[in-house]
Structures are given as structure tokens and as C-alpha cells.
């Protein structure tokens, strides 16, 4: 461990040094463990703490420390370059969420080379052939962001120096807001998690300083997995959500689909088991339903409701393909917009969306700057 070890105390603005022995500082404390690491502790009554490490405090960028987060203890590897460490008080901001488990699944259209059950349709600049990949567990949201959910933060948002290009529209207060674009989502997000108590994951600058309250079309906006604020899921999260624990299969449940079980349009497909045209459990099948109320349908194997059909989801990743990854580790998408396709993803299909887009395999992406009525999302947030 380092000589020197700074510990800060978000509110009390307090720093003291600690020797790298057993010793107690401001009720903190560092001991020697096995194979050349530490433990920093902390008292069984001291809870809901995250600890957060950085190099620089010039230009601080807080990282989480791993296991750290309403524990405490955590191991800390002696040759890890931290210099220093923070203590941020949490509260309990995961009601209405479900933990997502971290592990590596296949990404993509499992059914891409079965010949037997081969969907071709997925091709050309939306194939998803298999890719594995590890996601980091998360925490998501288990309905999509409901127009009275929007409202209440937006209102928010705009008594703090917050500006959106649309105000969001719904059928009804349940039902999941839409039209909005992808930069008032982000914003949104921000928005939610300073309501929260918790530090935003969306910036317009790459150190993390410029909190992004303001800009649409042609704002470059950076943001940070490790901070512990709400954001949008990128792609990797959104299907190992939308899978719910299964894997192999079209849709979150199995390789067919029926109108019992989201809001889609209907088409005559092989998989498709009800009938065509719009949802018959809320129209007679040729007058527009508009969207459903959230929840309506079961929910997948990890409790998320309408992660098919309803309203498609934004997610954080420019379009790439296949899939743009930099990385099979908690990717996140290409490092900019194609200059061909300046597009973010978007997934699940939606209630005007024919029956091919509901597959957890399948791609989709929208302009940034555009809300449409058939585009809404739900959040995610790390642990």
C-alpha cells in the first residue's frame, strides 16, 4: 500500500493520513492481509458507503474499488497506482430496479447459422452474428420510464438549469413516455440521479467536470460506467437483460411470440402465433393501440417487463457493426458515429414495429436528435 493513504468523507471535507498498519482514522482503518494486498475497513454501523478511488486530485476521476458498494471492508491491492480514496454515502436507489448478475453470454442472433431455423432477415447492416461477451452486473430498471415518472423529473430538471429539446408525451400517466430523443434521455438520467442523491454518469467534457444539463444535436457527450448515477444500458447490457438468464433463443421466453405476451404488429412470420396487425388484446387488430400500460405483459426470467414490444429502448452505443466492440469487456460501443451512420441503437421493438424487431438478437438505431412515438427507455445503474 502506499505510504501516504488519503481517505475523504463526502460532507465533511476531511483528510488524514494513515499509516499502512492497523491503526483507526476517522473510523477507517487499514490492515495487512495475505498475498500483497490491504484491507480498508470501516465499523458494521457505518453503511451504505461506495469507495471510490483516484490517482490525481488535481483532476480527480473517481473509480469504484472493487466490491465496494454498501459493504464494509474491501481488499486493496498494494501495487494498485490509487493514491487516494473516498467515501460516498448511498441510499437506497434501486426500488423499482432488479440486479442483473455479471457474466459473459453470446450476444447477437443465436440463430444466425441453424440452418434450420435460420432467421435471414437479420443480415447486412443490422447482423448480429454471436459474439461473446462479459457484462459487469447492474442494476435496471423493471418497466420502462413511465410518463408520469418522466414528468415528475423533468420538472425537476428544469427548476435546476436543465434544457430539453421535447417535453415527452404519453397515452397516460402508466404508459411509458415517448417522444423524446436520445440526448433529453441522457440529460434525464442526469437529472434522476442528482434527485437521487447520486452522481451523474453524463459530461461534455472527458474529465468529468462539465455535467451535461444543456445541448442536443452535435454535443459530444462522455460518460462514466463507474460513477453511480442513472444512465442509459448499453447494447452488451440491454440483451443480457432482455435474455433474462436464457440463452439461445429469439425472444426473452422461447422462439415464438404471441400478442399475450407483448405489444407488437403482428406479421405473418413463422414464430408469430397470434394474429397480424396491431396487439388484438388492446385493438381489433386494424385501429392504431398506441402504446400499453407498463407491465402489462409477464416478465422475463430477471423480472423486466416490455423488453420487447411496447416502445423500443435507446441504448448508449453509436452504431457499429458487428457491434463495434472495442472490447468483449463490458463493451460499449464504437468510440464515435460512423460517418455513414450517425446513428445510436436502439432495441426491442415496439408496438407499431412488425414482429422481426421484438428478437433479442435484432439491431436497430435512430438519429440522436430524433423523438418519435414509438422510441422510450429505462435506466440502468451500477452497483
Sequence with gaps: MKTKLRIFCIGLALLAGVCPALSQVTNLGIAPAPGGQSVLYWPVSTTNFVLQTTTNLATPNWVTASNAITVNSVVVTNSAPADYFRLLATTNTTAGMVLIPAGSFLMGNYLFYNSATNDPDITGNLAASPTNVYVSAFYMDTNLVSYSQWTNVYAFATNHGYNFAHVGAGKAANHPVQTVDWFDCVKWCNARSQQAGLLPAYYTDAGFTQLFTNGDNGTTVYFSLMNNGYRLPTEAEWEKAARGGLSG??????????????????????????????????????????????GSFAPNGYGLYDMVGNVTEMCWDWYGTPYGQPTTNNPTGPAGPNGTFPFRMIRGGDWIDSIQFCRCGARWYIYPYTAVNGCGFRCVKGL
Excluded at 397470434?274 to 386494424?286: C, D, K, V
Excluded at 392504431?288 to 407498463?294: G, I, K
Aim: net charge positive; proline share 7%; no cysteine.
Design 249 to 294: 433463443l429469439r425472444f426473452p421466453w422461447g422462439n415464438s411470440i404471441s400478442q399475450s405476451q407483448a405489444n407488437y404488429y403482428g406479421t405473418t412470420n413463422s414464430y408469430n402465433l397470434s394474429q397480424n396487425g396491431y396487439n388484438y388484446a388492446l385493438t381489433n387488430g386494424t385501429v392504431q393501440p398506441y402504446t400499453s400500460p407498463v
